[in-house]
């Protein structure tokens, strides 16, 4: 449970196995074999009761399902929305798995939605207020409370959204906020003056990985040419700019 597996080994396989997963989530047979409920078992007498729904479950490494979660009608939604250990993103709407390690791969915002993390890095990134613009006193005036507040949005081996790329991370205790790894506040501020003499206009500081005592927290600027390397505005968005996350929810705001 709390070891990340092969995640390159894993997405090959989802890849080699999305039309079956895909045919198995309409007919509910696998491998000549009918699914059962989740729980089937777990109670004594058993309350399994209604039709069986049948769930693609996907995580945050692809865009290809990962398995198959098959409820009956009593228990979809008894123990979790839809399950123990799964999620439903209020993004993309997927059924999502909680997580692999000790890092959770879901965001509750303030409105009470849940997103998964590329959804909510979806979000962050567009939310100009979230970026740093790399003027000296916005630099200088970078403390612990602004690294504090870095939006969790990308896991430990997550694919980072194309518009943007990583420049340097330093690592602190989850518990007392110590600087364990890196310069701490000062290489943050050393990474954004570098980017500024490069000509780079605004970055953004994001958790990108939570262990179980430490945290991550990187700097990540603006791919030059895409999207967030000026004011980005959703509409103008180009398709191939995007991954399937990001045209599911324009998608979602045309309907």
Not at 1 to 23: G, V
Not at 65 to 72: A, D, M, R
Not at 74 to 98: L, Q, T
Not at 104 to 109: A, E
Request: hydrophobic share 35%.
């Amino acid at each position: 449970m709390w070891s990340l597996p092969d995640i390159n080994r894993m997405n090959s396989e989802a890849s080699s196995q999305k039309r079956k997963l895909e045919r198995t989530a309409k007919t509910g047979i696998l491998d000549r074999e009918k699914l059962t409920c989740e729980w089937q078992g777990h109670d004594e007498p058993s309350r399994c009761s209604g039709e069986l729904r049948h769930y693609l479950w996907y995580d945050i490494f692809s865009d290809d399902p990962k398995g198959i979660l098959t409820l009956c009608e009593h228990h979809d939604g008894y123990y979790g929305s839809p399950s123990e250990g799964y999620f439903d993103c209020a993004g993309c709407n997927r059924v999502m798995i909680e997580n692999y390690t000790w890092e959770y791969y879901r965001h509750i915002t303030e409105d009470g939605e849940t997103l998964c993390l590329p959804c909510f890095a979806h979000e962050v990134l567009a939310d100009d207020d979230r970026w740093i613009q790399l003027a000296d006193e916005k630099i200088d005036g970078l403390t612990f409370e602004h690294v504090r507040k870095a939006p969790h949005c990308i896991g430990v081996r997550m694919p980072i959204p194309k518009a943007i790329r990583f420049v340097n991370n330093v690592e602190f205790d989850s518990s007392t906020g110590q600087c364990i790894s890196g310069g701490g506040i000062d290489e943050l501020k050393a990474t954004l003056r570098q980017l500024k003499d490069e000509g780079s206009s605004r970055a953004i500081l994001i958790l990108d990985a939570a262990y179980q005592f430490a945290v991550s927290i990187a700097v990540y600027a603006p791919v030059e040419g895409g999207r967030f390397a000026k004011k980005y505005h959703r509409e103008f968005a180009a398709l191939n700019d995007v991954g399937d996350h990001d045209v599911i929810l324009n998608q979602k705001q045309e309907a």
